[in-house]
C-alpha cells in the first residue's frame, strides 16, 4: 500500500489490540480510497470534485444531515457507491452488484464495531479483513495486501505462533522484584475487600473466577451436572429446548459452568464467555448473545439475506409467517439508508446506524432464515 499509509497489526488477542488493527486498516483503505478518487476523477470534473459533489447530493436530498464530509471516510463513499446510482464512485472500481454487497458488509460491519456491545476479538478482526481483502481483490486496490497479511498474522495468534515464545526461564535465574525492592512478598500484604461487579451483558468475557460446578449438555439436548448426573431442567426457567439453543448455538468449547446466580458460562474462541442463565435473563438487555455472521438489508420493504437475495418471508414456516411480517414491518419503520439490520443467536433483530443500536423484534428461530439460528 505503500509508505504513505500505516497499518498496524494485532500483537495479541486483546480489545487494544484488535480495535488498533481495525482502526489503522479501515483508515488505509479510507485514504487509498479517496487517492484513487482524486486521480480518476480531478483530470474528468475538476480539483473541486468532491465538495462539488457533496453539495450537489445535499442539493438533491435535502433529508440529508449537512454536515463536513471526508473523502476518505469509508462510510460516505461506500454508501454513496451502494446507494445512488448516478455516482462517481460507480467510476473508480467495478460497477458489479458483487462489489457493493461487499461494500454494504463493510458499512455493517462498521456500524457493529461502533456499536454492539461486545468486545470484539480478533476473530471478528479476521471477517473484517477478509472484507478488506475482497473489496481490494475485486477493484485491484493495493489495501489487499495489508489485509491479507492482517489475516496472516491472526492465524498465528489463534494457533499460538505469535508473539514469539522467548525461551523458558529457569527459577533460579527470575529476578526477584519483593527482593529488590524490599518490598514484603505478595501473599504477606492484605488484600482490600473487592465490590462485587455486576455481570456483563450475556456474550461479554466472563468477569471473575470460574465457578467449580461443570454441566454438559447431552445427544439429547439435557443439561447434566457432571459430578451428580442430574439433570438440570428443574432449575431451567422457560423453554428448556431454546435455553440449551441459545447457549451452544455459539459452539463453546467443552462443558460449561453454572454460577450460584444461575449465570452459565463457557469458552467461544477461547475466551471464557457468559452465555445466559438457568433462569430469567436480566432485562434491559438490548443485545443478548452473540452476533450471527449473516448481513441482512430492507428492500422494498422486505427483509433480505444479502448473500442469497432471498427475503425473510419467503423462507420461513407457515407457522413462523405472521411472525415474520411483524418483523419485516419493524425493519421498515426503523431502516434508512446505510442502515444495519443484524440479528444475535438469541434471535434479537438489531437495528445499527451511525446515531446506535436499537432491538426492533426479537425472533424465534421458526421466523428468521431457515439456519441462521442454529
Known amino acids: ?69 471526508s473523502p476518505s471516510d469509508p462510510s460516505f463513499f461506500l454508501k454513496e457507491l451502494i446507494y445512488t ?19 454494504k458488509k463493510i458499512v455493517d460491519t462498521r456500524n457493529t464495531w461502533l456499536h454492539f456491545s461486545d468486545e470484539p476479538s480478533v476473530v471478528q478482526l479476521r471477517d473484517a479483513a477478509d472484507l478488506i481483502r475482497g473489496f481490494g481483490v475485486k477493484s485491484a486496490m493495493k489495501v489487499e495486501g495489508p489485509a491479507a497479511r492482517m489475516i496472516k498474522r491472526i492465524d498465528r495468534i489463534r494457533n499460538g505462533q505469535y508473539p514469539p515464545q522467548p525461551p523458558a526461564q529457569k527459577d533460579s535465574e527470575a529476578p526477584s522484584a519483593a527482593a529488590d525492592s524490599g518490598e514484603p512478598p505478595a ?15 450475556i456474550g461479554s468475557l466472563w468477569r471473575g473466577p470460574i465457578p467449580k460446578r461443570r454441566v454438559r449438555v447431552t445427544k439429547t439436548r439435557d443439561v447434566v451436572d457432571v459430578a451428580t448426573g442430574a439433570s438440570l431442567r428443574g432449575e431451567i426457567a422457560g423453554d428448556v429446548a431454546e435455553k440449551v439453543r441459545q447457549w451452544t448455538s455459539a459452539r463453546p468449547l467443552g462443558d460449561l459452568w453454572v454460577d450460584m446466580d444461575g449465570a452459565v458460562g463457557g469458552f467461544v474462541e477461547g475466551q471464557e464467555r457468559l452465555l445466559g442463565y438457568t433462569g430469567e435473563d436480566p432485562e434491559g438487555e438490548t443485545a443478548r448473545g452473540f452476533l450471527i455472521r449473516r448481513f441482512y438489508d430492507l428492500r422494498d420493504g422486505r427483509v433480505i439475506d444479502i ?35 443484524r440479528i444475535t443467536n438469541y434471535g434479537d433483530v438489531l437495528y445499527i446506524d451511525e446515531a446506535g443500536m436499537s432491538r426492533i423484534a426479537v425472533a424465534a428461530p421458526k421466523a428468521w432464515f431457515p439456519g441462521h439460528l442454529g
Do not use: H
Not at 501473599?187 to 451483558?201: K, S
Open 85 to 103: 446510482e448516478w455516482s462517481p464512485y460507480r467510476e473508480v472500481v467495478p460497477d458489479s452488484q458483487d462489489l457493493r454487497v461487499l461494500s
Open 307 to 341: 448473500d442469497t437475495g432471498a427475503a425473510l418471508t419467503d423462507t420461513v414456516p407457515e407457522s413462523g409467517i405472521d411472525e415474520a411480517r411483524q418483523i419485516e414491518a419493524a425493519a421498515a419503520e426503523a431502516m434508512e439508508p446505510g442502515g444495519t439490520i
Open 187 to 201: 501473599d504477606d500484604i492484605p488484600l482490600a475487600p473487592v465490590a462485587e461487579e455486576p455481570r456483563p451483558p
Open 1 to 69: 500500500m505503500g509508505e504513505a499509509f500505516v497499518v498496524e497489526y494485532p500483537e495479541r488477542n486483546s480489545y487494544g489490540e484488535v480495535m488498533k488493527g481495525y482502526f489503522s486498516l479501515m483508515r488505509g483503505f479510507g485514504l487509498e480510497f479517496a487517492n484513487r478518487c482524486d486521480r480518476l476523477l480531478a483530470p474528468k470534473r475538476g480539483p473541486r470534485w468532491f465538495d462539488d459533489y457533496v453539495a450537489e447530493r445535499n442539493e438533491e436530498d435535502p433529508t440529508r444531515v449537512r454536515r463536513r464530509q
